[in-house]
């Protein structure tokens, strides 16, 4: 499974953040979406791709508020 990311809020510009191999047990896997990725940004997509059955149970988003310098 690649998980993208992109920061608009329309189109196929898409980032890659991670790729996860297939295991032949279950699998549970966090993916970490690096701060620089989204900086400054709107909007927040997130693409799920691949092949195969596969189940997501859970996306979360933390989000921590920086101060102004």
């Known amino acids: 499974m690649n998980v993208y990311l992109s920061k608009k809020a329309e189109g196929e510009e898409?980032?890659?953040?991670?790729?996860?191999?297939?295991?032949?047990?279950?699998?549970?896997?966090?993916?970490?979406?690096?701060?620089?990725?989204?900086?400054?940004?709107?909007?927040v997509r997130v693409k799920f791709s691949g092949t195969g059955p596969a189940t997501i149970y859970e996306m979360t988003r933390q989000e921590r508020l920086m101060p102004f310098v």
């Not at 980032?15 to 709107?42: C, F, G, H, R, W």
């Open 14 to 43: 898409w980032t890659l953040v991670k790729s996860l191999m297939a295991a032949s047990d279950i699998q549970s896997a966090k993916v970490i979406i690096p701060v620089e990725t989204v900086a400054n940004a709107n909007y």
